[in-house]
């Protein structure tokens, strides 16, 4: 009971302050615009009204995956700046128990990411917003969301132990968005991705998220998400406990 | 309470092992704590005092679990810092000084209550909790602001109610002061007083005598990774009996200058401290040789300021453990 309620006030209080970040004020306020932009283009021609809100909430989607590993290497590089990571990781509490409010706030403000990308798309192009299956929606982006924030918590492993951890972070943006097909369908990508994408809680989510909104059988993606995210959580525990050892060792939890 | 003693350290080591550059790798090997051994009794203010470098922030980092010591072990209110590490975070806190570790974009209430939280303070606890410290550390009133406007002294403060959240047994301050103007400084100090009158135990790093002087029951002094001497302040005072000290300030001392000082008949030790353009050469001798004319002839030639020939202090004493050191 105590541990939820912390769980939950430090959500709420990293989620505050990542959003107070002047940088992080300033990538909300262009991104989903430009991925409503980018949705809209690419699939105007195809003229099917549906394909287009698909598009858009793929776009949504990708911001909420950018947020949270950016969000997750960059939190935790960030409070190792701010000195702030030492101080956490010295509460008498389990590592993953200390991250993991982290890296869920990560999903919860990328969140913003994706309802702007509609906001834009509503207000910019005049998609319509109707979806198929309209609460299925909204149980499917908070999956996804969660989902998002325990694949984190797995990524967040590494980036306690390397200090380059932005490196990491950037070679991961575009192929995962690419191979769980937030934005094309995954049948149009080479044979050997499924097995990765098969993986990859943001295949489901990202699924779960379009069968809600055009139509389809959206239970199974959400039920396949949250059990991959469940494991993420598993391992991204035993990892935490590990590299927080190993971080002591090596003196990486502070700058110098 | 099972073990007598709050802290203790045995033969800790400790190792940084960095590797530079991708092409060519190089090690780099710091030997940052060389074999260190104290024992802190229960309620005590222990003062680890030492010059930049010398090891301080790494022993407490050895002792409050944030490093796992290279080799030898410490135990804390009786427990193994390395095995039995979540036993020892329950009992202990940790302030150190600058303007670092805490949520800036954050009110202070906003890192008190978060931390309280994190910490384990009974959820019923917390508001009485955060309010006392509030009051202790001089920042109510102030509580909802957000930390990126406060002063330096206000984040040292918060930092302190902080590391008291949860009433740890052992409190590791790891230079308090650095950075706090002198009035914050001394209000500092008070609550350090405080907090060990009523049963805390306190270690203390700094690099002030003076601050080390007036708080602490014992002082180890520690340079170069290894400690130089142990006692109470009259005790380390006594280090320095049977000297005569000279105190020159001077505007560009050479180097061989200041070796030339250390080769007169009856000197003991040198050291040169730059204090913005000017130089404070000071010179310790033994008590019953007089150096001064000897000393103004070495540095004939160069322009000086105030000369002064005195009793030794601790400040000296210090001097004089560190300088024996090198
Ligand atoms: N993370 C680190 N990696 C490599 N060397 C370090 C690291 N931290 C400290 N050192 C080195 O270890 C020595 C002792 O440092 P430290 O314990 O911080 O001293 P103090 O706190 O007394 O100033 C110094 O030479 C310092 O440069
Ligand atoms: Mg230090």
């Known amino acids: 009971m105590n541990t939820l309620r912390m769980l939950a006030i430090g959500t709420l209080l990293h989620a505050k302050q990542i959003s107070r970040s002047p940088f992080e004020i300033a990538i909300a306020l262009v991104v989903p615009v430009v991925q409503a932009t980018l949705a809209v283009y690419l699939f105007r021609s195809s003229g099917e009204q549906h394909r287009l809100l698909e598009a858009a909430v793929g776009a949504g989607v990708m911001g909420v995956w950018s947020s949270v590993l950016f969000g997750s290497g960059g939190a935790i590089q960030s409070q190792r700046w701010q000195g702030t990571l030492e101080m956490i990781m010295l509460a008498p509490r389990r590592p993953v128990l200390v991250i993991l ?57 590494t980036f306690v132990l390397m200090r380059n951890a932005n490196a990491l972070a950037n070679t991961l943006e575009y192929p995962v968005w690419l191979v769980s097909g937030m934005l094309v369908p995954i049948t149009v990508l080479p044979s050997w991705t499924a097995p990765i994408a098969a993986v990859l809680p943001t295949t489901w989510g990202a699924r779960a998220l379009r069968e809600a909104t055009s139509g389809g059988p959206v239970w199974p993606s959400v039920g396949i998400c949250l059990g991959i995210s469940l494991l993420c959580l598993a391992l991204g525990a035993l990892s935490l406990t590990h590299v927080e050892r190993r971080a002591r060792a090596a003196a990486t939890l502070a700058l110098a | 309470m099972g073990s007598t003693y709050a802290i203790e350290a045995d033969d800790l080591r400790r190792t940084y092992r960095a590797r530079t550059g991708w092409l060519k790798p190089k090690r780099t090997e710091v030997e940052a704590v060389r074999g260190v051994t104290f ?13 930049n470098g010398a090891g301080k922030t790494t022993t407490i980092k050895l002792l409050n679990t944030l490093l796992i010591p290279t080799s030898g072990s410490a135990r804390v209110c009786g427990h193994d810092v390395e095995r039995e590490t979540r036993e020892v975070r329950r009992r202990i806190g940790y302030v150190f000084g600058g303007d670092r570790g805490l949520y800036d974009r954050l009110s202070a209430l906003d890192n008190l209550r978060y931390f309280a939280e994190l910490y384990g303070v009974a959820p019923r606890d917390q508001k009485r909790r955060i309010a006392e410290l509030l009051d202790l550390v001089g920042l109510a009133g102030r509580e909802r602001e957000r930390v990126e406007g406060y002063s330096r002294g206000m984040r040292q403060r918060l930092h302190i109610a902080r590391g008291l959240l949860h009433s740890p047994d052992v409190l590791f301050l790891d230079e308090p002061s650095i950075g706090v103007d ?48 142990l006692g109470t302040p009259a005790e380390l005072r006594r280090r320095a009996e049977g000297r005569r000290v000279v105190e020159v300030e001077a505007y560009g001392v050479p180097e061989s200058a200041v070796d030339a000082l250390r080769d007169l008949p009856g000197v003991r030790e040198t050291a040169v401290e730059a204090r913005g353009a000017l130089q404070l050469l000071t010179v310790h001798s033994d008590a019953h040789v007089d150096v001064q004319s000897d000393v103004l002839r070495e540095l004939a030639g160069i322009r000086l300021g105030r000369v002064d020939s005195r009793e030794p202090t601790l400040e000296d004493a210090y001097v004089a453990i560190v300088s024996a050191a090198a």
């Open chain 1, 101 to 157: 409010p982290i890296t869920i706030a990560t999903g919860l403000t990328g969140t913003y990411a994706l309802l702007a990308t509609l906001a834009w798309g509503r207000l910019l192009y005049g998609i319509r917003l109707d979806f198929a299956h309209p609460v299925a929606f909204v149980v499917a982006a908070v999956v996804c969301v969660v989902a998002l924030g325990l694949f984190g918590l797995l990524l967040a492993a």
């Open chain 2, 39 to 51: 024992t802190v009794g229960r309620g005590e203010l222990f003062g680890l005092l030492g010059p």
């Open chain 2, 182 to 229: 002198p009035v914050a400084a001394r209000e500092l100090r008070r609550t350090v007083a405080d907090l060990a009158s009523t049963g805390t135990t306190v270690l203390l790093t700094t690099h002030y005598m003076a601050e080390a002087d007036e708080l602490c029951d014992r002082i180890a002094v520690i340079a170069d990774g290894s400690i130089q001497a």
